[in-house]
């Protein structure tokens, strides 16, 4: 980096966390082993990130989609991440990180909802990180009902069409409150977005790294900064270096 360019971290970063299922079947092993390798990962990344200074970060730990996949598949995930989290929530709470699912609670069972809420609940006031789990999560669900909730206002009178702009969908989202990501990085090699904060991604960079989620660890995790801080976001606007010329 040259010597005064400006170290940039971005505040918002969302991981696609992928790959868990390949990282199992290279050594031949069933597919769960990934997936809890993948847990150990998340708690890692999680740590270093807030060390880092990162002020929010969401990651994707199950799509609306995954419910599709094999039922024994679901129910080990689903339960992995809820044991997990249930152990964690002591130890994130003293790190100062602030807990908060963001997925469709509307069809989420009460045992699974009731671990979420303590969670929220117990991290609400802490001033660390913000860790937005996207669990039972799709980015046109979120719209979906962010366009409902926008209707049923208006159709109630507190609010009128002309009222309806950008920021109000964006406060009708589950991320409503945090800003848009400004960092997205996919582990796995997928370039697509999985339904992934379709609204939010609007101008976020995107980093996209072969390495499978269960492998990925803090140096990866630079390397995403750092090439995040070699960019030049320009959100449609012309380059600054080409106007004060
Ligand atoms: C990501 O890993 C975890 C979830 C989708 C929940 P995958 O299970 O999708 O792993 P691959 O993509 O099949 O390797
Ligand atoms: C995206 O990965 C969902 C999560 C990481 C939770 P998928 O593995 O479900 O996405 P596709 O099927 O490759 O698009
Ligand atoms: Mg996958």
Same mark, same amino acid.
């Given at each position: 980096?040259?010597?005064?360019?400006?170290?940039?971290?971005?505040?918002?970063?969302?991981?696609?966390?992928?790959?868990?299922?390949?990282?199992?079947?290279?050594?031949?092993?069933?597919?769960f082993?990934?997936?809890?390798?993948?847990?150990?990962?998340?708690?890692?990344?999680?740590?270093?990130?807030s060390?880092?200074?990162?002020?929010t970060?969401?990651?994707?730990?199950?799509?609306?989609?995954?419910?599709?996949?094999?039922?024994?598949?679901?129910n080990?995930l689903?339960?992995l991440? %809820?044991?997990?989290?249930?152990?964690?929530?002591?130890?994130? %709470?003293?790190?100062?990180?602030?807990?908060?699912?963001v997925?469709?609670?509307?069809?989420?069972?009460?045992?699974?909802?009731?671990?979420?809420?303590?969670?929220?609940?117990?991290?609400?006031?802490?001033?660390?990180?913000?860790?937005?789990?996207?669990?039972?999560?799709?980015?046109?669900?979120?719209?979906?009902?962010?366009?409902?909730?926008?209707?049923?206002?208006?159709?109630?009178?507190?609010?009128?069409?002309?009222?309806?702009?950008?920021?109000?969908?964006?406060?009708?989202?589950?991320?409503? %409150?945090?800003?848009?990501?400004?960092?997205?990085?996919?582990?796995?090699?997928?370039?697509?977005?999985?339904?992934?904060?379709?609204?939010?991604?609007?101008?976020?960079?995107?980093?996209?790294?072969?390495t499978?989620?269960?492998?990925?660890?803090?140096?990866?995790?630079?390397?995403?900064?750092?090439s995040?801080?070699?960019?030049?976001?320009?959100?449609?606007?012309?380059?600054?270096?080409?106007?004060?010329?």
């Amino acid at each position: 980096m040259a010597k005064n360019q400006q170290y940039c971290i971005p505040s918002h970063v969302a991981i696609i966390m992928d790959g868990n299922g390949r990282w199992a079947q290279k050594r031949a092993m069933p597919r769960f082993v990934g997936h809890r390798q993948g847990l150990a990962a998340l708690k890692r990344i999680v740590r270093y990130a807030s060390e880092r200074g990162i002020e929010t970060l969401t990651v994707y730990a199950f799509s609306t989609e995954n419910w599709q996949r094999p039922q024994e598949e679901v129910n080990y995930l689903v339960n992995l991440i %809820h044991e997990t989290f249930s152990k964690e929530i002591g130890e994130l %709470h003293r790190e100062g990180v602030r807990i908060v699912l963001v997925g469709d609670r509307s069809t989420l069972s009460s045992d699974i909802l009731r671990v979420w809420d303590r969670a929220e609940r117990i991290t609400a006031e802490n001033q660390g990180m913000t860790l937005n789990i996207a669990f039972n999560y799709g980015g046109r669900t979120e719209i979906v009902n962010a366009v409902k909730n926008i209707v049923t206002k208006a159709l109630a009178g507190s609010i009128s069409i002309d009222d309806i702009n950008a920021e109000l969908i964006s406060e009708e989202l589950y991320t409503s %409150h945090s800003p848009d990501p400004d960092l997205l990085i996919r582990t796995g090699g997928e370039q697509r977005l999985s339904n992934f904060l379709l609204w939010q991604s609007a101008y976020t960079e995107i980093y996209v790294t072969t390495t499978l989620w269960p492998d990925f660890d803090e140096k990866d995790f630079d390397k995403a900064l750092d090439s995040y801080s070699q960019r030049e976001r320009r959100f449609g606007k012309v380059p600054a270096k080409e106007l004060t010329k």
